[in-house]
């Protein structure tokens, strides 16, 4: 099994969105203590925040711990954060979609409605208010998510990978299945952006996660494209909770 881990090595305390903030990030498997510790020991930390959409295994708040890390945190539902949180089910949030508002509704200049669209083994749509009250948002299948569905809930299709050709019209079941799969998710995330942006004509879209990159939207205004959306928004809480302390 292996989980991202990200560990940010920038100040937030005062967030500039025009600052080029650096993350460094590592991939490793989830038991894998020696590369996890030398790599916190590369960087002088004082503080830090762990954040999971799965379950945080106890070694690594030990092995933090262990670094002499005083300040450590958990991201979740209790967690002080520097918007409204208006969601009603906030046991069942996941982490990630709430960091990403928080890094979104702060790289927006924190004046401005925010949709966060967030590319993972979910599509996750995510609004915040201009006034920093997030409402909540919107979840469907992701890419790999549709084309196991279609092969493992059929009889017949087969498994079909996102690389290759995807015309408009599929002229053989793996390429209307890639077609179907693919514009279908450009028609969703389209009808979503113009939903948005006919009720709020001063919106901020951000796209984010491990496949925004798979999908090229012509330009429009106030779309941008930030893979360090979710790391963005847990450094600003992160700062939220010390400058409260």
Request: glycine share 6%; aromatic share 12%.
């Amino acid at each position: 099994m292996f989980q991202p881990l990200n560990l940010s090595i920038d100040d937030f305390s005062k967030y500039d969105s025009n600052k080029n903030n650096s993350f460094s990030s590592i991939r490793i498997s989830i038991d894998d203590k020696l590369s996890f510790t030398s790599f916190i020991k590369s960087y002088c930390i004082s503080a830090c925040i762990i954040s999971s959409t799965s379950i945080i295994p106890d070694w690594i708040k030990s092995e933090l711990e262990l670094c002499n890390i005083n300040n450590i945190y958990t991201f979740d539902s209790s967690t002080p954060i520097p918007i409204t949180n208006s969601y009603k089910t906030p046991l069942t949030l996941g982490t990630d979609r709430l960091a990403s508002v928080i890094g979104g509704y702060f790289e927006a200049g924190r004046s401005h409605p925010v949709l966060c669209i967030d590319f993972g083994t979910a599509i996750t749509y995510d609004f915040i208010s201009s006034d920093g009250n997030y409402i909540g948002g919107n979840i469907s299948p992701g890419l790999s998510m549709r084309f196991k569905s279609l092969h493992l809930y059929t009889k017949k299709l087969p498994l079909v990978d996102k690389e290759g050709d995807c015309p408009i019209i599929g002229y053989s079941t793996d390429t209307a299945i890639r077609s179907g799969v693919i514009n279908g998710i450009k028609q969703e995330i389209n009808g979503y952006i113009e939903m948005y942006q006919q009720k709020y004509s001063n919106i901020y879209i951000f796209f984010t996660g491990g496949n925004y990159l798979d999908f090229d939207y012509p330009s429009k205004k106030r779309i941008f494209a930030e893979q360090n959306l979710v790391l963005k928004g847990l450094n600003i809480t992160l700062n939220h909770i010390l400058l409260k302390k």
